[in-house]
């Protein structure tokens, strides 16, 4: 591995966590630089509009904390949490709706936040359910757009980084369940792809 990528583990060096990544592809500082600027847009775009941050469960909550305390306006945050259907839920983007927002966001300005879209299809799905409830505006803050697996094309209004299709980990994204805590993104070695229990 090269110096330059090894820095980038810094506390977590040598830690258990680390030992299955290959390759750091977005830096820890890179992200931080990049949604402190997402925050600035942010909120000189939504100044005196009283937004309402949405976010979807589980993946989001790394992002969507770094990025609400880098708006410097009064928002407020509300979460929905989704599960699969079954296997053609990836065709479809139908997910059943585990938890749904609790305010009410009729008339409201409200700004939806996803870690990753890939092919898009699972935003699409939760884009027209919120619709469907007129608020005032809805957009779109996506921090990894994967665009070559794109199927629906989805206006996004804000967006992090352009990531090449890969399956990565970390800040959110998860391996079943595992590496969400890593505060960088990264390319798993092959052998952890294949030797997890779970
Ligand atoms: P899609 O846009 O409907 O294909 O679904 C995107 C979802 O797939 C995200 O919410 C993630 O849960 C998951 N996902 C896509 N790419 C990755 C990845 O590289 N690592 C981990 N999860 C991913
Ligand atoms: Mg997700």
Redesign the pocket.
């Known amino acids: 591995m090269k110096q330059a990528e090894r820095e980038d583990f810094g506390a977590l060096e040598g830690s258990e966590l680390v030992e299955n990544i290959k390759e750091v592809v977005v830096p820890a500082v890179e992200l931080q630089t990049r949604i402190q600027a997402l925050g600035r847009a942010i909120s000189v775009d939504y100044a005196g509009k009283d937004p309402i941050i949405v976010g979807?469960l589980k993946?989001v909550v790394f992002f969507i904390a770094d990025l609400l305390r880098a708006i410097t306006i009064p928002v407020e945050v509300d979460f929905i949490a989704v599960s699969n259907y079954s296997v053609e839920t990836?065709q479809t983007?139908l997910v059943r709706l585990e938890k749904d927002l609790e305010i009410p966001i009729q008339g409201r300005h409200v700004l939806f936040v996803?870690?990753?879209?890939?092919?898009?299809?699972?935003?699409n799905y939760l884009l027209q359910n919120l619709k469907a409830r007129q608020p005032a505006s809805l957009e779109v803050c996506v921090l990894f757009d994967?665009s070559s697996?794109r199927l629906i094309n989805i206006p996004l209004k804000y967006k992090g980084f352009d990531?090449p299709d890969?399956?990565?980990?970390g800040y959110g994204?998860?391996?079943r369940e595992k590496y969400r805590n890593l505060p960088f993104v990264g390319l798993l070695k092959a052998d952890a792809l294949k030797k997890s229990p779970h």
């Open positions: 979807v993946g990836r983007g996803e870690d990753v879209i890939d092919t898009g299809l699972t935003l994967k697996n990531l890969r399956f990565v980990v994204l998860d391996y």
